[in-house]
């Protein structure tokens, strides 16, 4: 990051990092005088993120979400950006194989620990949970599917045989505007079936 107005501060990594100044103009409310304002200085840590397997060593705001720093510095963009409050589960990835929304997760949280998202799964739409999505031909609009697909995996991870009312359950923090929750759940079955053959 540069800038001809920033100042350097350290890293852990040791080097330099420049940051935007930026300054804003406030009224003094009883003297008219315009004053500059330095805006909050942001901080630039880096870190080794674990995901799929891979690290990527990548410099960023702490309190960046982890889905930004997936999509934007390591440039894997299977995984989406939804509502960004956590509500609709389109950025789901695993967490040390826990689903957790990625909008809203600060990326300092995850730097220690094994991420995994739709990449990870398989190079090659292999996973049977994939299998059974393009079998049941789930996706509409396709928006949603990759958080939708983490979901579904992590619950037959936990519970390989779940019942309509165990993927109610786990899935209901998904939300799928084309309304494509049947054939979500008849995917998760076909899903548990392939996974119990192999």
Partial sequence: MSDTTGDAIKTTAGHPIFFPVIYYRAYNLFSNLVVYTPSKLIYMAAYALQINGKTYNIEADPKMPLLWAIRDLAGLTGTKYGCGIAQCGACTVHLNGTPVRSCSLPVSAAATQKITTIEGLSDDNSH??????????VPQCGYCQS?????????????PKPTDKDIEVAMQGNICRCGTYPRIRKAIHTAAELMAKS
């Fill in 147 to 159: 958080g939708q697909i983490m979901a579904a995996t992590a619950l037959l991870k936990k519970n």
């Fill in 128 to 137: 049977p949970v994939q299998k059974a999505w393009i079998a049941e031909q």
